[in-house]
């Protein structure tokens, strides 16, 4: 089966109330994990590339292992996505190694530090429109900003979305997925005290548009995986995350989309982690990237049950990008 449009993947869960998890990945291990868990789970999947990992993986080996994917596992619907594009340019290389959907993040500048302006949002948001949906590729914007600590991903300010401001930016974009930010913040550092999103600001915004939610910075942070890091020799004092009880809550309130890299990325640290100390003999890479690779097919296997994806993959019959290229005419 050919990578799908995640308009449909999204549009489907909408009409169902389920939420489907978009997975940041950078080499084959994270991607067979998450392959390994939709097929276990039987669920429809999204898995997510940011700039910085397009380039770590040299653009042509990520696009090769995404028709792997696709190949071995033909009965899931399964969409291929630029996180965190930030110009027209980057969008424009996306489409062309075959991504079926793309985000322009245009709540901040290309820079990717400085916050922007609506007008500038608009536009490089509308251009991308323009040019994805003659492909039939799907468009995820971004209004309001969220916190951040990697570099290129966030101001480090949050500033919550306005509701009658997001109603606006769809209706101006023509946009297929709009993320608000509701306090959220990517990385593994969220809430120095208590959690706090405003759900109230989720809800105002649901009943003003009718396109799919999206939700960042929506790693819950375990706290056992967590405390595996810093048992085999980690380092990471008062890490949090939102708790799964909120993001089901965000789910029920009209998130479709949730995204999750840090707790991948824990589950892959802790398994290393954990080799390393154990076993300090070992020094076949399987040895560490295999367990890696099982760790992380168990954590993505358990949010597409918590989020409602499992079950859902032969829901429908997923759509091609010219069938969405037919919709947009
Ligand atoms: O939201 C962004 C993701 O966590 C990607 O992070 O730019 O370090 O690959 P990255
Ligand atoms: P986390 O850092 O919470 O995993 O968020 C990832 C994200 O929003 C990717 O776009
Ligand atoms: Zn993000």
Redesign the pocket.
């Known amino acids: 089966m050919p990578l799908t449009p995640m308009k449909q993947i999204l549009d489907e869960a909408r009409k169902k109330g389920y939420g489907v998890g978009a997975y940041?990945v950078?080499n084959m291990e994270q991607i067979q994990a998450i392959m390994a868990a939709a097929q276990k789970t039987q669920s429809p999947v999204i898995i997510q590339a940011?700039?910085?990992?397009l380039k770590y993986s040299n653009f042509t080996y990520l696009k090769h292992l995404m028709i792997a994917a696709a190949e071995e596992n033909p009965t899931i619907p399964l969409s291929m996505h630029l996180?965190?594009g930030n110009s027209l340019d980057t969008v424009k290389k996306s489409i062309a190694l075959g991504f079926t959907s793309v985000m322009i993040d245009g709540s901040l500048k290309e820079d990717g530090k400085t916050a922007s302006d609506y007008a500038y949002n608009v536009a490089v948001t509308r251009s991308v429109v323009e040019y994805a949906h003659g492909y039939g590729v799907t468009v995820e914007g971004e209004i309001g900003t969220l916190g951040?600590i990697?570099?290129?991903?966030g101001s480090g300010s949050i500033h919550i979305t306005d509701p009658k401001e997001a109603k606006k930016f769809v209706d101006d974009t023509g946009l297929d997925a709009l993320a608000i930010a509701i306090g959220t913040s990517?990385?593994a550092y969220k809430f120095k005290g208590a959690v706090n999103l405003a759900l109230d600001v989720l809800k105002e915004v649901r009943a003003l548009i009718d396109i799919p939610l999206v939700l960042?910075?929506a790693s819950s942070v375990p706290k056992e995986l967590i405390d595996a890091v810093n048992k085999y020799g980690g380092k990471m004092p008062g890490a949090t995350g939102v708790p799964m009880s909120s993001l089901k809550e965000a789910i029920k309130l009209g998130v479709s989309k949730i995204?999750v890299?840090?707790d991948g990325r824990l589950a892959v640290t802790a398994a290393i982690r954990k080799v390393f100390a154990e076993s300090p003999e070992k020094f076949d890479p399987r040895d560490y990237l295999g367990p890696a690779r099982d760790t992380l097919t168990e954590l993505i296997a358990k949010k597409m049950e918590d989020f409602g994806t499992a079950g859902h993959a032969s829901d429908y019959k997923p759509t091609t990008l010219e069938e969405a290229k037919r919709f947009y005419k």
């Open positions: 940041n950078n940011s700039r910085g990992a996180d965190h951040g990697e570099d290129g991903v990517h990385g960042h910075g995204n890299d840090t």
